[in-house]
């Protein structure tokens, strides 16, 4: 269980500059949780970026999240990859109390990369995606926005799969 804290831009996990994260919790059946306990209000429960043109920072989870992201506790984000990459499992992200979004994928003005979320996805070996993930209760309640301040360049790739599995939300991309 990892939980926010601070005053200012915050994430519960957070890769910078072509930096890496992996969390390998599929085979252990453990949920990695990111609910919100202090911020700014610019904060996101992931959050990748790089702000070097020579990178591409990720975070893969491999299993599933409870990822909360509740405004009044200072998150205004559950994912949030600036052309970088997010690769989560499933699970659950929410955005409540006027948070603004669940998935926020956009470019930057320092590379050309783009930004790339995948949720419960199934890949080719050549890492194609090719269809929903096996996990049957993805649920994700809030937006999805494809642009930022810094460009367009996002893209948001979502496996529900199941009669538990959901999305309620709309799609933005300004």
């Known amino acids: 269980t990892i939980y926010e804290n601070g005053y200012g831009p915050t994430a519960g996990i957070f890769a910078n500059g072509g930096g890496e994260v992996y969390i390998n919790n599929a085979a252990t059946g453990k949920i990695v949780t990111i609910h ?13 970026m790089n702000g070097v043109g020579d990178a ?11 990822i909360v992201a509740d405004l009044t506790k200072g998150t205004n984000e559950g994912l949030s990859a600036v052309a970088s990459s997010i690769e989560l499992g499933g699970g659950t992200i929410k955005a409540i109390k006027g948070a603004w979004c669940a998935i926020r994928a956009y470019g930057e003005f320092v590379s050309d990369n783009a930004a790339i979320v995948n949720v419960n996805v199934k890949k080719d070996d050549a890492g194609n ?24 360049l996002g893209y948001i790739t979502v ?3 199941g009669e538990g599995s959901h999305w309620v939300g709309n799609y933005g991309d300004n």
């Open 129 to 152: 995606i090719i269809g929903a993930g096996n996990y049957t209760d993805t649920v994700i309640e809030g937006d999805f926005v494809t642009n930022g301040g810094m460009g367009t």
């Open 36 to 48: 919100t306990t202090g911020g700014s209000g610019d904060g996101a429960g992931i959050k990748t």
């Open 56 to 66: 591409c920072s990720k975070v893969v989870i491999t299993g599933k999240v409870d």
């Open 159 to 161: 496996g529900l799969n």
